[in-house]
């Protein structure tokens, strides 16, 4: 009978006090916290930033979250894409082929399958958002 008695009271006091935590990590300025992370991949960089209380798994929020990498225009169409202007085609129209043309493209850093880190690759990135 004591045992069970000491026990309950035990669960009784951990749930008013779950409350107590369930209040003071919701309360702004003590239980809220926001990270800040930056990663590195190749010659891409991360940067993440969250925000939400400790207590909650759901009150997680992205705040942020951007891919950074060098590009670094280039002043003509590749030699190597030259045939995608003339190819037959359905889509995209002609037009459409026209602006992705004088949208550019980007060389940008790229390693490669034997591990040179000097490698790059061709972007159209731009073309991409028509």
Known sequence: ????????????????????FAFLF??????KWKIK???TSGPAANYLERQGSPLFA??????????????????Q????????EARQRHWPSQEVVRLVLH???QIVPKEDPTGDQFSWRLSFS????L
């Not at 004591?2 to 035990?10: A, C, G, P, R």
């Not at 919701?26 to 239980?31: L, Q, R, S, T």
């Not at 731009?126 to 958002?129: A, F, N, S």
């Open 26 to 31: 919701n309360v702004p300025w003590i239980g």
């Open 37 to 39: 992370n930056t990663k």
């Open 77 to 84: 169409w590749p030699g190597s894409a030259g045939t995608w």
């Open 1 to 20: 009978q004591v045992l069970k008695t000491e026990s309950s009271s035990k669960l009784r006091c951990f749930l008013r006090n779950w409350n107590v």
């Open 126 to 129: 731009r073309g991409e958002l």
């Open 103 to 105: 949208s550019g493209c």
């Open 58 to 75: 759901q009150d997680w929020k992205k705040h942020l979250d951007c891919d950074f990498l060098l590009s670094i225009e280039i002043g």
